[in-house]
């Protein structure tokens, strides 16, 4: 006998067996618990999406309690061993490692689309010359699709490999330019000779040498970086991007929205937060008064916590061990010492281990972008610039997916009941 879900309504007595299917309850089974004839039918009262799942996925597995971190089935720890981030971005846009073949294709054509059409530089010159580097990246991407035309239709599976393609390449070229706006420096050209990140290091720093040669021990970090950050399932960002992409609106706008989510400080925004706060706490002597401050609910220590890691960030242990080798190439950074006294005070406090809080992937990364020479406003854009590709996976996934609509959330409407309009003269 299938598993079902026996709910008896005590309103009327009735007995409903509601099915079980991978370990779920379908929602609207419960619109059939009614009162009476016309009661709308029971929903679920969820803020913040706690408990519901909106979709099944083949992308990304994430088991929170034992640290877990799969994408497509095989082990972050792998991944950021052996792959590389090109490689893995196929894996996770194409569900298989790619062969050789496919995988000099999928380069090539990468590195094909890395230029940015000229308008975009006129676009970018706009901004304020202290403009935040991830509100010239949201702008832009969006701007994209102004562009490109073609991306709108979005049932065409040649052409949304095309706007995938156009939009992993073109990224890094974005968040260079917008870098280099910030710091008043021209714009530099993709490199084709480069890897991708080693490329995007090119855009980055490239002074007035005629080949940029980026160090291979940083290049390599940040292709680490970009593997740690390329997916991670059902997060806020990648619901916005399923979310405006069920309307049907091309990649672009999808793209720019996920941006904005990922922008905020409880998300993407968290590596540049945890900056801020170290540099606010100054000295390890001062650790023990802003654990204080936490525990007594007037601060958060960002870089901690998560909504489905329980244990330790798989990603957090492989970044520590990154930044010891960037470290051996820059120099220590001087905010390392705080981020481990905070570390080590944390996970012996009886706050923050009873509610299960640890390091996650922001906690460390951006002590890695500092010590490279990123400025703390770029590291949310270094966090967009390999999301993309999970961005971009989730919403082709869905769209395939028979089972989607365009997303509408219900609410419990508890405002006034219907009244008459007051006239402006009659209100006092
Ligand atoms: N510092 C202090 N207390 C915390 C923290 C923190 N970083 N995170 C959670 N708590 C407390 C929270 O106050 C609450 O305590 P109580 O039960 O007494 O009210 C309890 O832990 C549960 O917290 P929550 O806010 O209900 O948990 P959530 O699942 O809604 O939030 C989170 C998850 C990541 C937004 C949160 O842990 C947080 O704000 N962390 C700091 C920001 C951060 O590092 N974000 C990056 C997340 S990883 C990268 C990414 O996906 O973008």
Redesign the pocket.
């Known amino acids: 006998m299938a598993d079902t879900l026996t709910i008896i309504d005590n309103r009327t007595g009735q007995q409903y067996d509601i099915p079980i299917e991978q370990g779920t309850i379908r929602a609207m089974d419960l619109r059939k618990i009614r009162a009476s004839p016309d009661d709308f039918g029971l929903m679920t009262y969820d803020p ?1 999406f ?1 408990n519901t799942a909106a979709c099944r996925s083949r992308i990304t597995f994430i088991d929170g309690d034992k640290g877990i971190l799969l994408y497509r089935g095989y082990p972050i720890e792998q991944l950021a061993e052996q792959s590389t981030f090109l490689e893995t971005a196929y894996l996770i846009l194409f569900d298989e490692l790619p062969t050789k073949a496919q995988l000099d294709q999928w380069t090539l054509d990468i590195t094909l689309h890395t230029m940015l059409h000229e308008n975009i530089k006129k676009l970018m010159d706009g901004f304020q010359y202290d403009a935040h580097p991830m509100g010239i990246f949201l702008t832009t991407v969006g701007a994209l699709s102004t562009i490109y035309s073609d991306a709108k239709r979005v049932h065409d599976e040649d052409g949304r490999r095309l706007q995938i393609l156009r939009l992993i390449a073109k990224v890094p070229s974005i968040a260079a330019y917008a870098y280099r706006h910030s710091i008043g420096r021209p714009y530099i050209y993709p490199d084709n000779d480069l890897s991708f990140t080693g490329n995007f290091l090119n855009m980055l720093f490239k002074m007035t040498e005629l080949k940029y040669q980026p160090n291979p021990v940083l290049e390599r970090a940040l292709d680490v970086l970009f593997i740690l950050h390329a997916d ?1 399932e059902q ?2 960002s990648t619901s916005v991007m399923r979310g405006i992409g069920s309307s049907q609106a091309d990649p672009y706008s999808a793209l720019a929205g996920a941006a904005a989510a ?1 922008y905020g ?4 925004g ?1 590596n540049e ?2 900056l801020r706060m170290l540099k606010e706490i100054g000295t390890i002597a001062n650790v023990p008064a802003f654990i204080k401050k ?1 525990k007594g ?1 007037s601060d ?8 489905v890691y329980k244990s330790y ?1 798989p990603r957090a242990r492989i970044i520590k061990q990154t930044a010891d080798q960037v470290f051996e190439v820059t120099g220590r950074n001087p905010y390392l010492d705080i981020a481990l006294e905070l570390e080590r005070i944390a996970l012996e406090d009886e ?2 281990v009873s ?1 299960r ?1 640890y390091p ?4 460390y990364s951006g002590l890695i972008y500092q010590a490279m020479g990123f400025p703390v406003d770029m590291f949310p854009v270094l ?1 967009a610039i390999p999301r993309t590709a999970g961005w971009l996976a989730q919403w082709d996934e869905m769209l395939r997916d028979p089972d989607q609509k365009i997303a509408r959330p219900r609410q419990i409407y508890i405002g006034a009941g219907a009244r008459d309009y007051v006239p402006r003269d009659k209100r006092g």
């Open positions: 913040a706690q991670h997060n806020c990922l400080p409880l998300h993407g968290a937060a945890v936490v609910g958060r220590l960002m870089g901690f916590g998560h909504r960030d706050y923050f509610r809080l996650n992937v922001d906690f966090f």
